[in-house]
């Protein structure tokens, strides 16, 4: 990679499993950095399951330094109290690099899927497949680290528009 590559950690949240993937990139070529997935105590109370959640993200920050951060939105399920505990495992997640000075990005899973397959309602097997396909070197063994490495590749097409689109509105406030 060049000097002007960025390293990107993404995360596919989850309580029970939260997924985290890390790539470089330069604008035109995307590296394989290194993948994982943490698991809180299952048998805690969520309070100390949030707390090792945030501690487990914040340490895989430290070690890999990445640039920026992006973290996959919550969709609803059927559940309303499995919503409510994945958005408060997804504040846990989003808190720990943005304390550690990280910009932090979010996408749906439809765009993410999109950005990735090139179709929004892509299947987990779909995802897989073309993140072995796009990052030949990756090395994962479930489909939530497949899934935060495919956010970390969002984040990486779509940060220049966002870039952009910063820059755009700024320059519209100051006038």
């Known amino acids: 990679m060049t000097a002007r590559a960025i390293r990107i950690i993404g995360f596919d949240p989850g309580l029970r499993r ?3 993937g890390i790539v470089e990139s330069d604008g035109v070529r995307l590296v394989y950095v290194a993948s994982g997935v943490i698991t809180p105590p299952k048998d805690d109370d969520l309070a100390y399951r949030l707390s090792a959640l945030f501690d487990a993200v914040t ?17 609803v399920n059927e559940n309303p109290r499995s919503t409510l505990k994945l958005g408060q495992a ?21 765009l993410i899927k999109k950005s990735v397959t090139g179709t929004g309602h892509a ?27 495919a956010i970390a590749i969002t984040h990486a097409h779509h ?16 006038t």
């Open 90 to 110: 997804r504040g846990a997640i989003l808190l720990a690099p943005a304390r550690l000075g990280l910009r932090v990005a979010e996408y749906t899973p439809n």
């Open 123 to 149: 299947e987990k097997q779909q995802i897989q497949a073309m993140i072995s396909f796009l990052l030949p070197k990756a090395t994962f063994d479930s489909a939530d680290e497949a899934d935060a490495l």
């Open 18 to 20: 939260t997924g985290w």
């Open 59 to 75: 340490s895989v920050i430290q070690s890999f330094s990445p640039s920026e951060a992006a973290v996959e939105e919550t969709f």
């Open 159 to 174: 940060r220049s528009s966002r870039q952009r689109l910063a820059t755009v509105a700024a320059k519209v406030a100051g």
